[in-house]
């Protein structure tokens, strides 16, 4: 069972509480020559350190040793039936198809219309990783949605649980992270396995920003789809572990650049005339419309996520020639091919499918894996680098192994 700290040990019976830094990864042998991976050790709050033969190794002021990995089994994704070419909105906004390729990648998304919900797209997404898991929706443990755009403002995750028709009441809850979402829930995920004794653990990436846009601003209209995806992953052996470092961030300062925030509307009657209740009852509120500064999120993308990919790397003791694939949140393909240089990734090792879907938010990185396994791209054993970044502003990176 779990301790008081949240980790899990079946190695150590006793109870211990510790303090836990936010950063985890696991260690990799620094010592020279050596390129023994060492399995299955959480690293909180760890530092790097850089010896004398050039090896890295990962160090941490709280090395906690446990007997659980993590492994990704199964994906899946769902789309709206509704696809938007770039000609299709040159129809109601000025633009065009050239305008829009060349500044984003982009040329078509896709968006909810008609009887479509979110809901439904992530529970057809959660089915078709199950499926490819070969997991029952009654064996699993955890059900998490990454999404920021929720049907019901108390969450929608419970609504997939039902849905998928698991009987035993698995615990299910929404994470709310924008484009960083998805990596959240991977970590989220690695977390309730190895200290929570969880085994198999669902993760959504899904959400609807088409709701959210002003489709006569052609500054943020031509960017945004709708869409969902999902992956299983399930407890193993330390040996066989797949998740092998993460970096995550936030910068509220950021939120400036970013953000659908709240709006007050006037309330049609007031209380109070006399003076006795004053500024009730409240005013009734509804989301803005997404406001972008494009240009100062480019900045912050092109400059944070390589930053953050090499921290997740350097924890793993890994180098750039280690990853068989970079899957990055699909924002903009000017961002992807910035990271990508800076890495030294070449272009055949990049994953994206920006120009068919847009940015899909929390969606954006489990469509694309869940194209690139099913179409023999990503095969088991590939190792992968990841990252989402978005409103928050968030950012965080995590360094995975597929099957």
Not at 75 to 87: E, F, K, R
Not at 163 to 178: E, M, Q, R, S
Not at 342 to 367: F, W
Request: net charge neutral; charged share 20%.
């Amino acid at each position: 069972m779990a301790n008081a700290s949240g980790l899990f040990s079946p190695s150590m019976p006793t109870l211990r509480r510790i303090k836990i830094q936010p950063s985890v990864g696991v260690s990799r042998s620094g010592s020279s020559g050596s390129n023994k991976v060492v399995l299955g050790r959480i690293l909180c709050g760890g530092t790097s350190e850089k010896h004398a033969s050039g090896a890295v190794s990962s160090e941490s002021r709280v090395p906690k040793v446990i007997g659980k990995g993590c492994k990704l089994i199964g994906c899946g994704s769902a789309i709206p039936t509704l696809q938007v070419s770039n000609d299709d909105l040159a129809k109601i906004v000025d633009t065009n198809d050239e305008w829009i390729s060349v500044r984003t990648g982009i040329r078509n998304r896709h968006v909810l219309s008609g009887k479509d919900s979110l809901t439904g797209l992530a529970v057809e997404a959660a089915r078709k990783a199950l499926e490819m898991a070969q997991v029952d929706p009654e064996d699993l443990d955890l059900v998490l949605l990454c999404t920021s755009t929720p049907e019901d403002l108390f969450g929608s995750a419970p609504q997939i649980q039902k849905a998928l028709g698991c009987k035993n009441n698995p615990l299910a809850y929404d994470i709310t992270a924008a484009c960083s979402g998805f990596v959240l829930g991977l970590v989220s995920a690695a977390c309730h396995i190895r200290g929570g004794g969880f085994n198999n653990v669902l993760i959504v990436g899904a959400d609807s920003l088409s709701r959210y846009v002003d489709w006569t601003d052609r500054g943020t209209c031509i960017l945004f789809g709708d869409a969902a995806g999902a992956v299983v992953m399930q407890a193993c052996g330390a040996e066989d572990d797949g998740l092998f470092a993460f970096d995550l961030h936030s910068d509220g300062d950021g939120q400036r650049h970013l953000n659908a925030s709240v709006n007050e509307n006037e309330t049609n009657h007031a209380l109070g005339t006399n003076g006795s209740v004053r500024d009730f009852p409240p005013k009734q509120s509804s989301y803005s419309c997404i406001q972008m500064n494009g240009k100062e999120v480019f900045r912050f993308a092109v400059r944070c996520v390589p930053q953050s990919i090499e921290s997740s790397l350097e924890k793993a003791g890994l180098t750039g020639s280690s990853i068989d694939w970079l899957l990055l949140h699909q924002a903009n393909q000017r961002i992807i091919d910035a990271v990508a240089t800076r890495l030294e990734i070449p272009r055949e090792r990049v994953l994206s499918n920006l120009a068919n879907y847009g940015n899909t938010s929390a969606a954006s990185i489990p469509l694309a894996l869940d194209e690139a396994v099913r179409s023999g791209k990503v095969k088991p054993g590939h190792m992968i680098a990841t990252a989402g970044f978005g409103a928050g502003l968030t950012w965080g990176s995590a360094i995975i192994r597929w099957g």
